[in-house]
């Protein structure tokens, strides 16, 4: 159990919450490279913790500020998806319910900030030629259908 003391959220005794945003700026999305585990140095999209206080689209707001400058318009829900990580003795690892939104790119420019490596936006039609979790390639799809139907 040595992740206990890298990371804070290693071996919990309760799920966190955690907020990511599918953005959209015309024909194109933002990554964010993560820099943590448990999936750390992996294109994602954008997003983090839910705070005390704050509700889930707050929380979403606030994170997108906070880890790339950028100021949305959140536009719907697209999914809550659960992750559950176990380690080798079968103790759990890490927990998150995710609550994934899409949003429109009001103003700002992209900088990495926060619990992010990296940013870039990617045309609507490279996303399947980058390497991305099986779950993270869902939302995207997922949210282009919302946004574009």
Do not use: C
């Amino acid at each position: 159990m040595t992740d206990q003391n890298d990371n804070p959220r290693a071996y919990p005794d309760r799920p966190f919450v955690g907020v990511g945003v599918v953005i959209f700026k015309g024909n194109q999305i933002l990554l964010a490279e993560r820099n943590r585990r448990p999936h750390g140095k992996m294109w994602s999209i954008p997003g983090g913790a839910q705070e005390l206080g704050e509700t889930v689209e707050e929380g979403a707001i606030r994170e997108i500020m906070e880890e790339t400058g950028l100021e949305i318009d959140l536009k719907g829900l697209v999914d809550v998806v659960n992750v559950i990580s176990n380690d080798e003795a079968g103790d759990v690892q890490f927990h998150y319910t995710l609550v994934d939104f899409y949003a429109d790119w009001v103003s700002g420019e992209a900088v990495a900030d926060d619990d992010v490596s990296a940013v870039k936006w990617v045309g609507l039609e490279e996303i399947q030629h980058i390497e991305l979790r099986p779950v993270t390639r869902r939302i995207i799809t997922k949210a282009m259908e919302m946004r574009f139907s």
